[in-house]
Every structure is written in C-alpha cells, then in structure tokens.
C-alpha cells in the first residue's frame, strides 16, 4: 500500500515539473526530498544519510560542503555580486579563469567563451562550427555527426545531438543538419563473433561511409563525449577516437570534446581527451568545473578557429552570440577556486589511487547472474543488467529501476539509466566510503533477481 505524500512531497507536486521523470507517477510516490548534504552523504527530510554515488548528477566532484568553495562565493558576493562579459566590458574572474582553462585543456586552445549549463555549452558549439565555415567561405559544411547513445544536452539543438530517443520524443527533433553514427558500445552492438578489433575498422567505415554519402564538403564537425555518460557508461574499444580522428583529418571535420561529465579529473587525468587520445579543435565543459557549486559552462576553441570568428566579427561589427549569465563573475570565482582546489589536493592523483578499489566493486558486482557486463573508466562506472546469455529485457527498464530502487532503500545512490545503473562519486571519495557504497550491491541484486524471476523478466 502507498504511504500518503508528506506535506513537503504534496506542495512539490503541485508546483514542481522534474526532469526526467514519469509525472503522473511522482504524484503517487512523491519526490524524495534532500535537506542537506555533507562530504560524499547527502540527507533527506526524514534525517536519513546516503552516499551519493552520482556526485548529484556526475557532478560535485569535491562533495557537497567544500568551505574553499563557500568562501570563495561569498567573498565574490561581496565584491561584485553579477557583471556581464559584453560589449567589451569584462571582469577579472572570468579573464583569470579563461586564462587557466587554456592552460590546463587538452590541445592548443586560444580563446574560452562561457555559458550556465552544458547544455548551453554544445549548443554554443554547433553555432561555432557554422560561424567558422562562414568564416573561412565554407557555407555549405554545416552537419555535425553524432552518435547514438551520445548525451550532450537538452536545448533544441544538443537535444539533437543527443543520441536518445527520450529526448527526441514527442519534442520533434532532432532538427536538419544533425546526424548520428554508431554507438561504440563493444558488448551490446558488437555482431556475433566479431572481434573488437573487427567492430572497431565496421565502425570507422561507418562513419566513412556516411560521411562520403553526405558529401565531405556537407561535413562541419563530429562530436563526442571521451566516455559516453548519460547514454551507459559507454566506454570506447582501444584506438577508437585515433581511427576517428584520422577519418575526420582526411575530410577537414572538426573534432568537438564534450567534456561535461569527464573533465577536471574523472577518467584520472585533467581532461577524458588525454585518456582517451582525442585531438580536439575544441572543448565543452561544465558540472566539475564549479564543483557544481555554481551553473557555469565553457567552450574552448583552438587558435585556427578563434582568429577566424574574432576576424568575421570585425567584417560584421559584432560577434552576435551570449548569455545574460555566461561568465558569471560568481561562477567564475568558484571554478577558479575549484581548479585550484584539484591541484593543490592532487584530486587526479586521488581518482588513480582510488580507481582499483572502484574497478574491483564493479567487477565483483559484475559477477551477479543479473549482471550482463561492468562498465568503468576512471572514477565513473556502471552495471548493465540483463538476463543470462542476453543483452537485453523484453521490457526495458524496469529491472534496472527496482534495482537502483534496492540500493536506495539501502543507503546508496546509484541512478538507474534504464537497466544500466551508473555511478560517479564524488572524486573526493575515499577507499572505505566506496566499500560502503557498494556494501549492499549483493543483497540488492539477489532482492532484484528474486523479483524480476517473479515478474516474469527473467525465464
């Protein structure tokens, strides 16, 4: 029977549209409210902790109550609560920290342009390839290639981008111009008997082939997230983005990094790009560049492309692009603080030290009959769940929910990305609060396992 909705749930209902999720089931359970939050731990509104094992959503990398953090916005406050980056004007937060971004990004990146949220950020980035290629006399090289499975936003054009159906449906997108190439998803797209060697050279032919059937000259950019998040935990064969890169080279195709969720040290070094062996024209990043204290994005651009918009500007009279908020002088405090943070703390060295305790929770749990693979790369990581022998449920979803469902009861956030079950700690996390994490991992799948026998998901 379901327990009637506390004041708090009832008065969020009746006021509150949340994202992803089933609306008209939340008004039967209602939200789970979070009052507070320390360290790895947040706390609900009946004082019970969890540790959060998504960072919130892949982002608070220095957990939920830095006092560096919190320091550095009030004095910001203090000083000089909101100014913008328009018309020439400018402040010293943003130019310190566009200075730093250069410094510490992955390629030769030349200028940084701010905006709120990820989202902003990829949009901004498909507005950059066109501006270029205008730029530069190329008016008809305006697709972007993307991938299925990719998750980069949810305004009308990284939506997109973005390579899930949920957010194409009933939306009416994805707009023109926007196309989607595999997935680079070994265990689940892989045909019977290929090797991954094999899946790896179909995939690259793949995008050549697209590429050549579209007409190279049709062909801005190719993005990519290092590791796709959001779409599984979806970690690339070996050689993935070098086989990419030299299909893109041969055809004068930018290569954008969406580093939202892997920047700033998730996948153990500073950017997933130097995991990963991308050569970037240019980078998105978001989430881990405040901590998540702040909403703040940015987009790095190499030389090439920056001196091409700044001189197509001077032929306008004006670069026609911005946000009220982009380069927030708060925002741009924080992430200043927050860069400085990850290398005085040496968070890339923690996230290697960790990182074998946090592979071998994700194998030991990918050895559940309920498990079809464990996924990880750095300090973000996931399990697939899926009947023995199989790749996949009948009906998706629901398996992956009651699982992640478990775990909650249990004191330990996951999030259930339909039958994928992702997690991304705080980078700060420790060796003993990741045993904890993953403490009731065993019993959940047995309670999940018992339960999808009886429901008929499993023969």
């Keep these: 029977m379901t327990k009637p909705l506390s004041n708090m749930q009832q008065r969020d209902v009746e006021a509150v549209l949340h994202p992803y999720t089933d609306a008209m089931k939340l008004r039967t359970t209602g939200a789970h409210m979070i009052t507070r939050a320390e360290g790895v731990r947040v706390f609900d509104d009946r004082g019970r902790g969890y540790i959060e094992g998504m960072a ?27 100014y913008h980056l328009f018309g ?8 310190e920290l566009a200075e730093k971004i250069k410094e510490i990004a992955p390629g030769n990146m030349a200028r940084v342009i701010f905006q709120s949220s990820g989202s902003e950020a990829n949009d ?19 697709k972007i290639i993307s991938r299925m499975k990719a998750y980069h936003g949810v305004t009308i054009a990284s939506a997109s981008l973005t390579g899930l159906p949920p957010n194409h449906r009933d939306f009416d997108l994805p707009i023109d111009r926007i196309l989607h190439t595999a997935s680079p998803h070994y265990w689940k797209e ?4 290929e090797s991954e060697a094999e899946f790896l050279a179909r995939l690259v032919k793949e995008l050549e082939d697209m590429i050549e059937r579209e007409g190279p000259d049709t062909i801005a950019a190719f993005i990519a997230e290092p ?7 979806i970690v690339p064969p070996e050689g993935y983005f070098p086989a990419i890169q030299a299909v893109l080279d041969r055809h004068d195709i930018l290569m954008i990094d969406d580093e939202v969720i892997t920047g700033f040290g998730r996948t153990g070094n500073w950017f997933g790009a130097q995991t990963m062996g991308m050569q970037p024209t240019s980078v998105s990043m978001a989430k881990q560049l405040t901590g998540s204290y702040v909403p703040l994005s940015a987009v790095a651009m190499n030389r090439d492309m920056a001196e091409a918009i700044e001189e197509n500007s001077g032929r306008i009279g004006t670069f026609g692009h911005g946000f009220t908020y982009g380069g927030h002088p708060l925002g741009c405090a924080v992430g200043l603080k927050a860069l400085e943070i990850y290398e005085r703390r040496n968070i ?30 750095g300090l973000m990581g996931c399990i697939e769940v899926a009947p023995e022998g199989r790749k996949g449920f009948e009906k998706p979803g629901a398996v ?12 330990s956030i996951f999030r259930s990305l339909g039958d994928v079950l992702a997690v991304c700690p705080p980078m700060i996390i420790s060796e003993a609060e990741l045993e904890e994490l993953f403490a009731p991992m065993h019993e959940a799948l047995d309670v999940t396992y018992n339960w999808a026998r009886s429901e008929g998901h499993l023969a």
């Design 190 to 193: 892989a045909s019977d008997g």
């Design 124 to 142: 901004t980035q498909i507005k950059l390839a066109w501006y270029y290629n205008n730029a530069i006399g190329r008016p008809q090289k305006k």
């Design 400 to 411: 992956g929910t009651r699982l992640m469902e478990e775990l909650v009861a249990r004191g």
């Design 227 to 233: 590791v796709m998040g959001a779409g599984g935990v």
């Design 56 to 82: 919130g959503l892949w982002c608070s990398g220095l957990g939920f109550s830095d006092r560096e953090l919190i320091e550095a916005a009030k004095e910001q406050l203090d000083k000089l609560p909101y």
């Design 88 to 95: 020439g004007r400018s402040h010293e937060p943003g130019m």
């Design 348 to 377: 890339v060295g923690h996230v290697r030290d960790v990182t074998p305790t946090f592979h071998r929770l994700l194998r030991e749990a990918g050895q559940h009959p309920l498990v079809g693979e464990a996924r990880m790369c």
